[in-house]
């Protein structure tokens, strides 16, 4: 079965690559537990484009963007932003994990537990008829 891929703003890879560069606390420590498959075997990759929007990890087999609201998302007119745009991701398939900058930093073994919950709950099931082959 062939994985279903959301098409990206070309532009914004560059974009992309300097926030990878530029990583917050909060995002160092997170990707430190999703990177080299450390997830029940699963890839993530960090600031990733999907659409018009670049994601701060993002499961390509899952379709699950997992997003950390820091000082950024404080400002006025944030929230409405996000909402907007999550809806937008949301609409073409992505499932979406929000978290708070100091839950990463204080209490990272249960964003952790939620990640895994998550995935254990919604990942693909095998297709039977493909078993064995």
């Known amino acids: 079965m062939r994985r279903k891929i959301i098409p990206y703003n070309p532009k914004l890879k560059e974009l992309a690559k ?3 560069q530029n990583m917050t606390l909060s995002e160092v420590l ?4 999703l990177k080299g498959k450390q997830m029940l075997g699963y890839d993530f990759d960090r ?7 670049i994601v701060d990890f993002y499961c390509k087999d899952l379709f699950l963007a997992i997003e950390i609201d820091g ?3 404080t400002y006025e ?3 409405e ?13 992505v499932h979406f994990l929000r978290f ?15 990640i895994h919950e998550w995935i254990l709950e919604n ?6 008829s493909r078993e064995g082959i």
């Open 47 to 53: 600031q990733r484009p999907i659409d018009e929007y």
């Open 18 to 20: 300097k926030l990878r």
């Open 123 to 128: 990942r693909p099931t095998p297709n039977p």
């Open 81 to 93: 932003k996000d909402q907007i745009r999550q809806l937008r991701l949301e609409s073409l398939g």
């Open 100 to 114: 708070d900058d100091l839950d990463v930093k204080r209490n990272m073994n249960w964003v952790l537990n939620t």
């Open 77 to 79: 007119g944030a929230f």
């Open 30 to 33: 997170l990707w430190q537990e």
């Open 71 to 73: 000082i950024t998302h």
